[in-house]
Structure formats: C-alpha cells, structure tokens
Nanobody, 126 residues
C-alpha cells in the first residue's frame, strides 16, 4: 500500500483559497488513481475530486466544480487540491485516498479506495 500524508489545511475566510497537498511514500505513486474526500461534523465522508494515474483525467462533485482543481506531480509523489472561492459549507476534514491501477478505475465511494491519509482540517469562516 502507498502511505499518504495530507497537509495545507487551516482557517480561511469565505472567498479565500487554500492548497492541500498529499505526500505519498511506499509503493509507486504513479500507479495509483487518487482522490480527495471530505467529512464535515455529523456527516458522512463524501467524494470531492478524483484524478487518473496519469493525471490526464479529472472529475469533481458538482458542488466544487469551477472552484477546486485536483492535480498530481508523479515526479514528486504528491497530490494537490487547489481550493478557490471557499465557502463555509466547504468546512470539513479533507482526506486523500488511493487505489492501485491493477484494481481498475474507482467510482465515487470511499470504499473504492484502499489507501488513506489521516486528514487535514479546513475551516472556512463566514
């Protein structure tokens, strides 16, 4: 399994921006589909964005389209989530997750991913 560590969370005012990073170690990062999920207090963990193992394909939940951008740098073993125009409803713990390409492309469920980071808190004040 690849090991994942998120960073970059924090407190930001509505309308502001943050960039989350997810550093990978262990197995070859470039062989993993990657995704970002989030979990707000009292809510289930939800899919936010996903990216193919090459980086050539990305997909997003409707609520973040046009505001968030997922990207990866396979040479640096790092996944990113650029978050712009943040809203209070974006407040959550954000997790990165991976799925080895040998398992096929993932869906949008957290059970589709097999490797997880510990999460980083993002708080957006109004």
């Amino acid at each position: 399994q690849v090991q994942l560590v998120e960073s970059g969370g924090g407190l930001v005012q509505a309308g502001g921006s943050l960039r989350l990073s997810c550093a990978a170690s262990g197995r070859a990062f470039s062989n993993y589909y990657m995704g970002w999920f989030r979990q707000a207090p009292g809510k289930e963990r939800e899919f936010v964005a996903g990216i193919s193992w090459t980086g050539g394909s990305t997909y997003y939940v409707d609520s973040v389209k046009g505001r968030f951008t997922i990207s990866r740098d396979n040479a640096k073993n790092t996944l990113y989530l650029q978050m712009n125009s943040l809203k209070p409803e974006d407040t959550a713990v954000y997790f990165c997750a991976g799925r080895h390409l040998s398992l096929g492309s993932p869906g949008l469920r957290d059970s589709d991913f097999t490797s997880w980071g510990q999460g980083t808190q993002v708080t957006v004040s109004s």
